[in-house]
């Protein structure tokens, strides 16, 4: 398989998947300044330009983070990326989906690319640094209580660590739970092996 992430972002959560999983990928980073995710060949396997994406043995791809977390917890069920209990693995997928759609696709898109919205470039961090801040509030109510996002870690965790990362390195406060939470996850194995890979330490 090959995986096309850039260090750093969002792919760093699908990096740590593959990582707990086992799996033997090629990796090969984009740098998105440079606009590699813009070259013809990457958009005949992409043709959203965007990260990350798997190209799988079969030479399909998965190209967005949801599809390629949950192709990952429903093919390797040994290594119980979703919880057995119906309740949980839907509250793991309503919170995957928090994450990636709403934490990243509301609160930072608007830290990261203000030039994306209408208005005062200023006004517009603010506006994505004050909707991660809620969106993190309401994460530390769901990990009250939780080693991880539905009790054992999961495909949530690696969504939910990617975000609170970001909020580390742009100087916002996570509050108490969050940051028990980044913390335990910095200290499993596999995160601690994509974050070298990556270059953070």
């Given at each position: 398989?090959?995986?096309y992430?850039t260090?750093?972002?969002?792919s760093?959560g699908?990096h740590?998947?593959?990582?707990?999983?086992g799996?033997?990928f090629?990796?090969?980073?984009l740098n998105l300044p440079?606009?590699?995710?813009l070259?013809?060949?990457?958009?005949a396997?992409?043709?959203h330009?965007?990260?990350?994406?798997?190209?799988?043995?079969?030479?399909?791809?998965?190209t967005?983070?949801?599809?390629?977390?949950?192709?990952?917890?429903?093919?390797?069920p040994?290594?119980?990326?979703?919880?057995?209990?119906p309740?949980l693995?839907e509250?793991?997928g309503a919170?995957?989906?928090?994450?990636t759609?709403?934490i990243?696709?509301e609160?930072?898109?608007?830290v990261?690319?203000?030039?994306r919205?209408?208005?005062?470039?200023?006004?517009?961090i603010?506006?994505?640094?004050?909707i991660a801040?809620?969106?993190?509030?309401?994460?530390?109510?769901v990990?009250?209580?939780r080693?991880?996002?539905?009790?054992?870690?999961?495909?949530?965790?690696?969504?939910?660590?990617?975000?609170?990362?970001w909020?580390d390195?742009t100087?916002?406060?996570?509050?108490p739970n969050?940051?028990?939470?980044?913390?335990?996850m910095?200290?499993?194995p596999?995160?601690?092996q994509?974050?070298?890979e990556?270059?953070?330490?």
């Amino acid at each position: 398989m090959k995986f096309y992430m850039t260090p750093g972002s969002c792919s760093t959560g699908i990096h740590i998947l593959l990582e707990e999983v086992g799996l033997v990928f090629e990796a090969h980073v984009l740098n998105l300044p440079r606009g590699d995710h813009l070259r013809p060949d990457y958009l005949a396997i992409n043709p959203h330009g965007t990260i990350p994406t798997l190209l799988r043995d079969d030479g399909t791809a998965l190209t967005d983070f949801v599809g390629i977390a949950t192709w990952l917890a429903q093919n390797h069920p040994r290594r119980k990326l979703l919880p057995e209990d119906p309740a949980l693995a839907e509250e793991a997928g309503a919170i995957l989906d928090f994450c990636t759609r709403h934490i990243h696709g509301e609160g930072f898109r608007r830290v990261f690319t203000p030039e994306r919205y209408a208005g005062d470039r200023e006004a517009t961090i603010a506006e994505g640094r004050a909707i991660a801040a809620a969106a993190f509030e309401a994460m530390n109510s769901v990990l009250a209580g939780r080693d991880y996002a539905v009790g054992a870690f999961s495909i949530a965790d690696a969504a939910l660590f990617y975000v609170e990362f970001w909020a580390d390195k742009t100087g916002m406060t996570l509050p108490p739970n969050c940051a028990t939470h980044y913390q335990r996850m910095k200290k499993r194995p596999a995160v601690a092996q994509v974050l070298a890979e990556e270059g953070y330490r």
